[in-house]
């Protein structure tokens, strides 16, 4: 293209795709964008990163390019308008050059290398581990209420910590019991449905004997706090705007 490289500014981030491959890009550099030919036209700048990988497109732009033209993209049409001071520009795609792209991209795939375990620095076995600066050791400031603190801290500091913590035992949560009066619109959880698409139920999931415990636990936890309520509704979603009534009803 006839571009300085001296105006590429470098870029230490890496790229990720999806599949979780990494490139390492050379730099990124600011040029103008212009798109459709006059009148229609707008014109703006564009932070590109410059990649040294083969690809079938020359340039991919991105949302935040499309976010500055205001622009409406169709994939299905092959279409962008967006709006200009002369009119609504637009731009169409080319099926042929699509297709042509598409398959060349899949007869030369990216040679950049998995991100995997090998290429993370790991220690090794002669290496010594880490240590944590101190240890924590338990510390009683009421019946039943226990904190953790550094076994560094001295007879002083601690003293005035515990003198601190009585004093102000209200202000923490030590149990789900301490949160009551907990505002439903901070805590009432809703889905985002259409109630015009006529909802599907999902197959139950089956975990583990030791997770099923612990699932178990933390519900009879939630149902003794009464922050959660057993709603007899073989389809949840169908009586879905009834329950919400009835939490709203609910004493909290």
């Known amino acids: 293209m006839g571009i300085d490289c001296s105006r590429i500014t470098p870029f230490g981030s890496p790229l990720v795709g999806f599949a979780g491959e990494q490139v390492q890009p050379i730099g990124i550099i600011s040029l103008p964008v212009t798109a459709r030919a006059a009148p229609r036209q707008s014109t703006i700048m564009v932070d590109f990163l410059v990649v040294d990988r083969p690809s079938a497109y020359n340039a991919i732009i991105s949302q935040p390019t499309l976010n500055k033209l205001k622009a409406v993209t169709s994939t299905y049409h092959l279409k962008m308008k967006f709006p200009t001071e002369e009119g609504v520009g637009e731009v169409k795609g080319d099926q042929t050059a699509t297709r042509k792209c598409y398959i060349t991209s899949l007869k030369k795939p990216s040679k950049a ?17 880490g240590e944590p600066a101190e240890t924590l050791e338990d510390m009683a400031v009421a019946n039943g209420k226990v904190v953790k603190v ?3 801290l001295s007879l002083d500091v601690r003293g005035s910590l515990v003198t601190f913590l009585k004093a102000n035992l209200e202000v923490f949560a030590w149990t789900r019991e301490d949160m009551p ?8 959880h809703q889905l985002n449905v259409d109630p015009s698409v006529k909802p599907v139920k999902q197959k139950r999931r ?15 936890n939630l149902l003794r706090s009464r922050f959660i309520e057993e709603l007899r509704c073989l389809t949840f979603l169908l009586k ?13």
């Open 181 to 188: 009066d907990i505002s439903l619109e901070e805590i009432l």
């Open 150 to 152: 550094g076994s560094q």
């Open 113 to 129: 290398t998995p991100l995997t375990v090998s290429t993370v620095r790991c220690r090794k076995e002669d290496e010594p581990k």
């Open 206 to 220: 089956k975990f583990a004997p030791e997770r099923n415990m612990v699932i178990a636990e933390e519900v009879e």
């Open 240 to 252: 879905y705007r009834a329950a919400i009534s009835w939490y709203a009803d609910m004493d909290t």
